[in-house]
């Protein structure tokens, strides 16, 4: 009797029982490799909600290329939401997501259009979450893959940041000239002010460069940059001046 027990004991499992269990832990990794992911993704994202972000992976880039090439460094100074002139944060969104205080990360509307409209050079239809996503965390490029993870962090982002503090990031890490980054570098180098003393229209000048700082400037202005500012300004008054956010 002893001898059978042992010999049953020492049997390998049966087939049927093999697989069973193989799609067990199949369901297990499936289970837990999002909530890693998610975990993962969180502890990169959330500290900034309420700490300054120390670079960003635009600016490292940056800082790196200009080092090699032997250029002056980036300039850039984080300066907190109630140090600056309401008319930047309000020029910001008039000229770049217009919906941004009540979307949820992403235009439906504007990617629908950008679909489209296929052109040799396609519209942008990304909101300044999908922006301070890519500006944080990620490399530029047009792929499937950094599209994808650029989507999830939006959503990351709008899930664990106020809006505010979304505008608030986005003001301090977007290039607003060639290595100038944030609006306190932007103000200082363009027009010799701090950020809080910013007009409307200096900040429309700002707004107005953000598609492409490195061709155009606020502190020297074309033509086009100076039509597209009173653009600017006009559509900050249609929306209700510099009290527009204040709700955020």
């Known amino acids: 009797m002893g001898a059978k027990k042992r010999a049953a004991r020492g ?9 069973r269990a193989g799609r067990r832990r199949w369901l297990r990794a499936l289970i837990w ?25 635009f600016m490292l880039r940056d800082s790196i290329t200009r080092s090699q ?13 109630r140090q600056i002139s309401p008319w930047v944060p309000a020029a910001v969104v008039a000229a770049e997501d217009q919906k ?23 519209r942008g239809a990304s909101t300044i979450s999908q922006q301070v996503a890519k500006n944080l965390f990620l490399w530029p490029g047009r792929s499937l893959v950094r599209k994808g993870v650029e989507a999830y962090l939006t959503l990351l982002i709008e899930l664990m940041w106020p809006k505010r ?6 003001l301090n890490v977007a290039e607003f000239g060639s290595g100038v980054y944030g609006v ?9 002010l701090s950020p809080a003393t910013l007009s409307l229209h200096q900040a429309s000048l700002l707004a107005a460069v953000l598609p492409s700082p ?35």
Do not use: C, K, N
């Open 165 to 170: 503090r979304i505008l608030e990031v986005y």
């Open 214 to 248: 490195r061709r155009m400037s606020a502190g020297a202005p074309s033509e086009y940059v100076r039509a597209r500012a009173a653009e600017i300004e006009a559509l900050v008054v249609g929306l209700g001046g510099a009290s527009y956010l204040g709700r955020l």
């Open 11 to 19: 049997r390998r499992p049966s087939r049927p029982r093999r697989r």
């Open 69 to 81: 090439a032997g250029r002056p460094p980036i300039a850039q100074r984080w300066t907190p939401w």
């Open 33 to 57: 490799l999002p909530l890693l992911t998610f975990a993962v993704s969180a502890v990169l994202v959330l500290p900034w909600r309420w700490l300054p972000p120390p670079t960003t992976a």
């Open 100 to 122: 941004f205080p009540t979307h949820h990360g992403f235009d439906l509307v504007q990617i629908a259009r950008a679909v489209e409209e296929r052109r040799d050079r396609p």
């Open 184 to 192: 306190s570098a932007a103000s200082d180098r363009h027009f010799g």
